[in-house]
C-alpha cells in the first residue's frame, strides 16, 4: 500500500493546490508512482492534469482521479493499491465532508500562506485531523522570509498542535505561472523553487519513513 497525503486548509487560496501538484511532480521525479486527487469541485487540480495532459502528450507520468466525499475512501485505496504516493487535494472546506479523506490519510498537510487570516482556519483542520487521530504537519506557502511578517507567522504557528515544516514555499511567480500551464516549478528553469520543493519532498518522505 502506497502513502496518501490529503493536502487541507479552510482557507481560500491558500495554496492547497500548488502545494499539491508540486508535490505530486516533485515525489514523482524522485522516482515514485505518483497519483493526484482531485476532491474540490472547483477542480483545480483536474484542470491542471488535463492541463499537463494536452501539454505532454504519451503516457501521463502522474496518474489522476476523482471522487467527491464518501466516494473518496473506496477510489483511494484502489489509487493507493497501485501507487506509491496518493496526493488529496481538498476544497476550501473544513466540514463532514473532509472526513473520508482525512480518514484515508497517513498524513494530513496543512498549508499556510503566510498571513494571520491563514493560521487562524488551521486550528479546525487540525482539531479534524486529530479528531481521525492522523499527524498533521503545517507548511509554510507564498511564504516571504526575511519579512517581520513571516517571523510573526511562523512564531504562532509553532504555538500550534502541528509540526511546522523546515521546508517552505517561498511567495515565487514561478509556482503561479507553471500551475496554469500544467507544470511544476521543479520542471521549470533552475531557481529558488526547485531547492523549496526537493528540500519539502525530502522532509515529508522522512515523516512517512518513520510512520
Ligand atoms: N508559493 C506561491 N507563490 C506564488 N503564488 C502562489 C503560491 N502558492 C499559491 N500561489 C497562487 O495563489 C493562488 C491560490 O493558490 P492555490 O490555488 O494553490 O490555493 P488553494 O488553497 O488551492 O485555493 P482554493 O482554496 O481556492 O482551492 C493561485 O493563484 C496560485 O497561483
Ligand atoms: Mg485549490
Redesign the pocket.
Known amino acids: 500500500m502506497g502513502y496518501v497525503i490529503t493536502v487541507a486548509?479552510q482557507?481560500?487560496?491558500?495554496?492547497?493546490?500548488?502545494?499539491a501538484v508540486n508535490l505530486a511532480v516533485g515525489f514523482a521525479k524522485a522516482g515514485k508512482s505518483v497519483a493526484l486527487m482531485d476532491t474540490?469541485p472547483?477542480g483545480?487540480a483536474g484542470r491542471w492534469f488535463m492541463a499537463r495532459l494536452e501539454a505532454q502528450g504519451g503516457e501521463p507520468d502522474i496518474d489522476f482521479s476523482t471522487a467527491s466525499a464518501w466516494g473518496v475512501t473506496y477510489e483511494v485505496r484502489k489509487l493507493a493499491d497501485a501507487h506509491d504516493i496518493v496526493i488529496i487535494?481538498t476544497?476550501?472546506k473544513a466540514d463532514s465532508d473532509l472526513r473520508p479523506a482525512l480518514r484515508a490519510s497517513d498524513l494530513v498537510l496543512v498549508?499556510v500562506?503566510t498571513s494571520h487570516l491563514d493560521l487562524w482556519a488551521v486550528e479546525v483542520v487540525l482539531y479534524l485531523a486529530g479528531r481521525e487521530r492522523k499527524p498533521a504537519q503545517i507548511v509554510m506557502?507564498?511564504?516571504r522570509p526575511g519579512t517581520r511578517l513571516a517571523a510573526e507567522v511562523a512564531e504562532k504557528a509553532r504555538e500550534l498542535e502541528a509540526e511546522v515544516a523546515e521546508a517552505s514555499?517561498?511567495?515565487?511567480?514561478v509556482?503561479?505561472e507553471t500551475?496554469g500551464q500544467g507544470r511544476a516549478a521543479l520542471e521549470a528553469p533552475k531557481g529558488p523553487a526547485h531547492a523549496e520543493v526537493t528540500a519539502l519532498v525530502a522532509e515529508v518522505q522522512a515523516i512517512l519513513d518513520q510512520l
Open positions: 486548509q482557507k481560500g487560496g491558500s495554496g492547497k493546490t500548488t502545494l474540490d472547483q483545480s487535494d476544497p476550501p498549508p500562506a506557502t507564498r511564504n514555499l517561498a511567495n515565487r511567480v509556482y503561479a500551475l
